[in-house]
């Protein structure tokens, strides 16, 4: 069995930061082979995928919303992947959810392996 356990999340005012971290964990559990992400859930509407990078954490992806403001970033030596957060929005409110599948993690939830059980975000002034 997988765990992952997110942290980071809080209250943020509009244009602030805030850096997500994820560590993963299993008795038989080996981090490298997984491909690792971040998807949200912000009040009232589905989940959605937020960032995805690579096994090897030599290839991210982006949804355009967080584009150029949002970073991704895997530690295979710590089991940890990080979400830096910056120039956050009030629309960047939600729950953030870490996610894990092995090899490639497609923007569809459905195929994710694992799941955390989410950190809250929110954007307020």
């Known amino acids: 069995q997988v765990q992952l356990v997110e942290s980071g999340g809080g209250l943020v005012q509009p244009g602030g930061s805030l850096r997500l971290s994820c560590a993963a964990s299993?008795?038989?559990?080996?981090?490298?082979?997984?491909?690792m992400g971040w998807f949200r859930r912000a009040p009232g509407k589905e989940r959605e995928f937020v960032a995805r990078?690579?096994?090897?954490?030599?290839?991210?992806y982006y949804a355009d919303s967080v584009k150029g403001r949002f970073t991704i970033s895997r530690d295979n030596a710590k089991n940890t992947v990080n979400l830096q957060m910056n120039s956050l929005e009030p629309e960047d409110t939600a729950v953030y959810y870490c996610?894990?599948?092995?090899?490639?993690?497609?923007?569809?939830?459905?195929?994710?392996?694992?799941w955390g059980k989410g950190t809250l975000v929110t954007v307020s002034s």
């Open positions: 299993g008795r038989t559990f080996s981090f490298s082979p997984y491909a």
């Open positions: 996610a894990a599948r092995k090899v490639v993690l497609t923007t569809d939830a459905s195929e994710v392996d694992y």
């Open positions: 990078i690579s096994w090897s954490g030599g290839s991210m």
